[in-house]
């Protein structure tokens, strides 16, 4: 268990409106990382961070923005929900090992937008 | 421009045989390389991870084995179990330095199912 909280683990909203995604660790790790999984794609990076206030963009970033204003808690936004943001949001943690960086995941987040 | 391809959908196998997932990328700066597994309405769990000076990395019935010319890496379980049916993601990153801040690219996933 890499002491990894999302909240909530589902929401459904609607299109337009705002919606934020919180991601909470209590292992004080450096690197945070949101997901994002469709079927057909396995998970892509939405936002990462190396630490606090320092973020930037993954590979699907458009609509999305992040914060990390504590080391144990990183948010994602959706500023404007769209139908294509529908989707399972997952938080991951980065733990450097010998030769690599090995990330652990939260349970994530199923976000329907109408 | 999907740079980790996992070209099998699905595989299907009997328990106790073997399970061999594949993963091809096309990125050579890839230099640490993962597998993880997830079940439903669960998070991806880490199984095993292989550095590129390395070509195979074991821990009990998993092995990792990979390929550098080919850009192919592979998973092998054996002996396969029912509970080990799920998907399956490799994925790859280019941390070499630590200029990646630990990135990780993703294959698609494989749906491996074990038959009692």
């Known amino acids: 268990d890499a002491g990894i909280t999302q909240s909530p683990r589902h929401k459904v909203t609607e299109t337009g409106t705002p919606v934020t995604l919180r991601c909470h660790q209590t292992e004080n790790h450096r690197y945070m990382y949101w997901y994002r999984q469709d079927p057909g794609h396995g998970l892509r990076l939405i936002h990462y961070s190396y630490g606090v206030k320092d973020t930037d963009k993954g590979e699907v970033s458009d609509g999305y923005s992040v914060s990390r204003s504590k080391t144990e808690d990183f948010l994602l936004t959706l500023e404007s929900a769209t139908s294509s943001q529908t989707s399972v949001y997952f938080c991951?943690?980065?733990?450097?090992?010998?030769?690599?960086?090995?990330?652990?995941f939260g349970a994530g987040t199923r976000l329907s937008v109408l | 421009d999907q740079q980790v391809k996992q070209n099998s959908p699905s595989l299907s196998v009997q328990e106790g045989r073997i399970s061999i997932l594949n993963c091809d990328y096309t990125?050579?700066?890839?230099?640490?390389f993962l597998w993880y597994k997830k079940y439903p309405a669960e998070g991806p769990t880490f199984l095993i991870s292989?550095?590129?000076?390395?070509d195979k990395n074991e821990d009990g019935r998993f092995t990792v084995f990979l390929n550098k010319s080919a850009k192919h890496l592979s998973l092998h379980i054996v002996p396969s179990q029912p509970g080990d049916s799920a998907v399956y993601f490799c994925?790859?990153?280019?941390?070499?330095?630590?200029?990646?801040?630990?990135?990780?690219?993703f294959g698609q996933g494989t749906i491996l199912t074990v038959h009692p």
């Open positions: 292989i550095s590129s000076i390395k």
């Open positions: 990125n050579s700066m890839f230099d640490y």
């Open positions: 994925a790859a990153s280019g941390d070499a330095g630590g200029t990646s801040y630990g990135k990780l690219t």
């Open positions: 991951a943690i980065g733990t450097p090992r010998q030769g690599g960086n090995i990330q652990y």
